[in-house]
């Protein structure tokens, strides 16, 4: 039973990663709990230029940006001495992020089914539907190497000191979640739903709260419900756990799309 309760979700985490890709929909057949979907934005609706929304945070040394192009990519920039980085997000939770400083150059990009990691050129692919132990830990040894991860982990960590609520805060503790976990830090995943988690029984009636940072959090705590049903039904040794993590990161990645989108407007939020 348990065997077959482990391919149904992970025939689901590859059906979602494809559907994020091709920002398309995904159907309830396919996804077994909690499709992936962008958080409720109410304030969002109509044509609004977010290219002149920029917003900047600074955080001592380090600046953080945010934006959303014309396209309808969210966009989350950050340069902290040396170090740079880029993450674009899209409405469905698709993702690509780049790091450099100096001449090292770290790309991760989920999509198609995949996630790829490239550092200086040398690429691994892992592929949901047949990720081992041996794949996994080829990623975490090419993200071990790398510097700039070490010292995107650095700026990450002291964001953590704070439950910091704007769009650049929570693009970054986002990112670094993900950057842990194909980094073999097993409880990546875990801090970041402790930082999300409801600080009272009744928190999901906090949807009705006009703020855009309430609607995230409701939204990542329906993911995160779902990573943990995910996550139960799965073997402690399976390599696929992997999949619960990142079908968790996504749909929070969507949410932080709105609630970027959100708070990017001239008014409310």
Known sequence: MRRATESVWVAGFIGLLCASAAGGQVAASEVPVGPLRRAPCAACAGPVDFSKQERTLFRGEATFTTTLTVEGTAVLRGRAGDLELRKEVWPDGGARLELASGTERVTVVAALGVIDVIVNGRKVRLTPSSAGEDDLLRVSALLAGSRVVRKFRLVAADLQKT??????????????????LLGGDAGAVDRLGQRFRPRRADLRLAALSTGCYERFEVEVIEAWNDYEACFNEISPWNPMRLGCGARYLLWAESAWFSFLSCSALPIGG
């Open 163 to 180: 439950a910091g609520k704007t769009p650049e805060e929570v693009g970054m503790v986002l990112t670094d979640a993900f950057v842990g």
